[in-house]
């Protein structure tokens, strides 16, 4: 049990931390994204720090089991809500969405397992 969620946590690390790079760089694809949904570009970049702050808890989660709980929880929110935020617009281009949100999923869930809730 110990080594999945060891690999989740990683696994989840990496997608995410990617994801946050790609935003807070001011790549194109997160803002022709956000121009598909109605959202204004400002948010690009808080999307890209939520995506960070998850990443970070993810991995202090290792250490601090409660922090781990708290970021795999807002993961799985963040990804609740950008998979709505295509589906409200017709979009359905959310296989993406539905791997990290996955991932997040099985963060929280193997967290839990390994750690209990608290």
Do not use: C
Not at 9 to 22: H, L, P, Q, S, Y
Not at 41 to 55: D, K, S
Not at 93 to 102: D, E, K
Request: glycine share 14%; net charge positive; hydrophobic share 60%.
């Amino acid at each position: 049990m110990h080594a999945a969620y060891i690999t989740v946590i990683v696994i989840g690390a990496v997608f995410n931390g990617a994801a946050a790079v790609t935003y807070l760089i001011g790549h194109e694809y997160p803002k022709t994204q956000a121009d598909m949904k109605g959202l204004p570009r400002t948010w690009v970049p808080v999307l890209g720090a939520l995506l960070a702050a998850g990443t970070a808890g993810l991995l202090a989660g290792l250490a601090v089991p409660f922090l781990g709980t708290l970021a795999a929880s807002g993961l799985v929110l963040y990804f609740i809500g950008a998979i709505t935020a295509h589906l409200r617009v017709g979009s359905r281009n959310i296989v993406g969405g539905i791997v990290f949100l996955a991932t997040a999923v099985a963060a929280l869930v193997l967290g839990l397992l390994q750690h209990g809730a608290w």
